[in-house]
């Protein structure tokens, strides 16, 4: 009998076109790479230098999230786009994809999105792929039981060019969460818990297999969740073994196999699992059952606690002192009722429909409260008309919030979607470091649930107070 | 890419923990099409007021930290984005080296595909350099050596491959091409 081998293993072990050596890392076979405006036009600039073409155009998807514009105007017409450089930055990927052969999914086509919600909504993103993506929330695939993981500039052009990548093999960490969400508490409220206690360099140098009985009762949507914050604990890839949930889910998108081929992959694709015996270089395991809604008090994702508790004190400590006099928080304090200026839900953490519906669920009959800006941001096109099929726009309109086009938008203040300076926002986003949504913007992570009901109370509110009051 | 065999620098310290790639270099400086000039941006909003202008007691507004190209750095920096302008914008600042205990995983692959290079040292060696700013340090890349000013000197770790694409300034991508061959042999198995 072989040697048991984890879920990441197997993937690695078909992927390598040339093992690992002492004097070289292994080559790596790409199924997928899709990429965006902002981290690509340095690549293709690289190929143009070297005469080199795209080797494999039928594996490479692209689009335009970050620097894109998310008002309707600017979108479709009858305003340009603010920031001139942006439009430069898109414009120039247009034209990369033109001459390099490359499917692009541009700005007004109506499949377009943050490329790490289009990417599985298109069924793209497959069980036992290798996807990357010039973008650190690539490990958002990692949901669907597939090898993904962030990559730079520089490799953006290795892929382009020879559809490979130099790696060294990571190390592998089981985080185990056993039992269930209590009601109320979110994918979200996990992964942050899960950062919480891994600390935001825990998992740096190995790739994170999410298991136990919380992973498998999660939705799509929830493990993307998950996934998708796998690189704030500092590991590249987050991976969830395939199940029945997945396949369900990638049945009914446009670009998975069909008929007699379905099936075959399918059969494929359940042998995706770790098997018994299998040793993680480490691991960890979270009681899903003692979770609260959790939100970041710091400046880093890792600074975060429970709704109903209080921020901490370790002043003396200067990463403390230093996240602390930024955020102009009081340490020791109750973090509810903290104050609230601006709320965004979107973005590729929860930018999913499952999360407009949860944050519309807490807003519906509701008015933000007086001073509170908020920005509803779909995590693409196609999110866009689903949520309006269901009026869902109409709830956030009619609560007082900003209804949008699709895009990175807020998440990270370079597309003219910014907090302002000093204000506090409690953003469904990723990351909470200075500046990140805006210059002196201060974040507070949180859930679509605990935004919602903190733009309807104007300062940091527990969902579950409205969840109850409302059901 | 240029070679790199040797570096030998006074070092800035900026012993911050976490110093994620966001503080490198914020958002709204990577709407470029190009590499060049980041430097200008680099630690953007540490580094200048609301109006541009220079804030004098930041560190690499100080007269101490012209010409110094070795960073030494708290623990777990270039966490966050993946944004190969970090590594970009510290190189075009003059940075050659960044020196820590610990450096995230992206921001380490993407400064050794620029030659920008990643030192992991152990926490004695990095508690004297956060203690000792401007301390005149060689790194030495054929002996793997961070040498301090006493002569004490450290091992760092360094994979193979990129320590001979540093050491001889070629890059990974002429490698890959190579490999055609064996590519096609994979996509045709």
Not at chain 1, 52 to 63: C, E, F, M, Q, S
Not at chain 1, 79 to 88: E, G, H, R
Not at chain 1, 193 to 198: C, D, M, N, S, T
Not at chain 1, 209 to 224: L, P, Q, T, V
Request: charged share 20%; glycine share 10%; aromatic share 6%.
């Amino acid at each position: 009998m072989n040697q048991p081998t984890t879920l990441f293993e197997k993937i690695w072990s078909t992927h390598e076109v040339v093992p690992q050596s002492a004097d070289t890392p292994a080559i790596i076979y790409v199924d997928l790479h899709l990429t965006h405006e902002v981290t690509s036009p340095q690549a293709f600039a690289e190929l143009r230098a070297r005469g080199l073409k795209v080797r494999r155009p039928d594996k490479i998807l692209a689009t335009m999230d970050h620097a894109t514009p998310t008002r309707t105007e600017q979108v479709f017409g009858g305003m340009p786009i603010t920031i001139d450089s942006a439009a430069k930055q898109i414009r120039q990927l247009e034209q990369n994809c033109a001459d390099f052969g490359v499917e692009l999914l541009g700005l007004q086509h109506d499949l377009r999105g943050i490329v790490h919600i289009i990417g599985p909504e298109l069924g793209v993103t497959q069980p036992g792929r290798t996807i990357v993506c010039g973008d650190s929330h690539t490990s958002t695939h990692g949901a669907f039981g597939a090898l993904a993981f962030g990559i730079g500039s520089t490799e953006v052009g290795h892929v382009l060019a020879t559809q490979c990548l130099l790696q060294t093999k990571p190390k592998t960490f089981a985080v185990n969460v056993n039992g269930h969400l209590p009601a109320g508490v979110t994918a979200k409220d996990l992964i942050l818990a899960i950062i919480g206690k891994v600390g935001v360099s825990g998992g740096t140098g190995h790739v994170i297999e999410y298991r136990g009985a919380a992973i498998r009762a999660m939705s799509m949507d929830e493990r993307m969740t998950v996934c998708n914050m796998t690189i704030e604990a500092g590991a590249r890839a987050g991976m969830i073994a395939p199940d029945d949930t997945t396949f369900e889910y990638l049945a009914t998108t446009p670009r998975t196999p069909k008929g007699a081929a379905w099936d075959l992959a399918v059969a494929r694709w359940r042998k995706l699992t770790t098997d018994d015996g299998a040793v993680f270089d480490k691991s960890i395991d979270i009681d899903a059952t003692q979770l609260e809604p959790m939100i970041t008090w710091g400046t880093n994702p890792g600074m975060v606690a429970p709704i109903s508790g209080n921020i901490p004190d370790h002043r003396g400590d200067p990463v403390f002192d230093a996240a602390i006099r930024y955020m102009g928080l009081k340490p020791g304090e109750p973090i509810r009722n903290s104050p609230v200026n601006v709320v965004f839900i979107g973005s590729c953490t929860n930018g999913r429909l499952s999360d407009l519906r949860s944050a519309a669920h807490i807003l519906r009959g509701h008015k933000i409260a007086k001073g509170v800006t908020m920005l509803v941001v779909p995590g693409s096109q196609a999110v866009k008309r689903a949520a309006e099929a269901e009026g869902l726009h109409e709830i956030f309109r009619a609560a007082g919030a900003d209804w949008r086009e699709s895009g990175c938008s807020m998440c990270l203040g370079m597309n003219g979607d910014t907090v302002p300076k000093g204000e506090y926002s409690v953003s469904t986003s990723n990351r909470n470091f200075e500046g990140r949504q805006g210059v002196g913007a201060r974040t507070l992570l949180a859930s679509p649930e605990t935004a919602a009901a903190s733009a309807i109370r104007g300062r940091v509110t527990d969902p579950r107070e409205l969840i109850t009051a409302q059901d | 890419m240029n070679a790199v065999k040797t570096i030998k620098s006074r070092t800035v310290v900026m012993p911050a923990t976490n110093i994620d790639t966001d503080q490198i270099i914020p958002g709204r400086f990577l709407t470029t099409t190009v590499k060049s000039g980041l430097g200008t941006h680099l630690f953007a909003d540490w580094r200048y007021d609301a109006a541009g202008k220079p804030l004098p007691d930041f560190i690499l507004n100080r007269p101490e930290a012209a010409g110094c190209r070795i960073l030494v750095a708290g623990p777990n920096i270039g966490c966050g984005s993946s944004r190969e302008h970090a590594p970009w914008a510290l190189q075009d600042f003059g940075f050659q080296a960044v020196v820590s205990t610990e450096i995230a995983d992206i921001f380490r692959s993407n400064s050794l595909k620029n030659g920008l290079l990643p030192v992991i040292v152990n926490a004695a060696t990095h508690g004297w350099l956060l203690e000792n700013p401007g301390a005149e340090v060689l790194i030495d890349l054929e002996s793997t050596t961070l040498r301090l000013p006493d002569g004490r000197a450290t091992k760092f770790p360094i994979d193979a491959f990129p320590r001979y694409c540093i050491l001889n300034g070629v890059d990974e991508l002429g490698f890959l091409v190579s490999q055609d061959a064996a590519i096609s042999a994979y996509e045709n198995r």
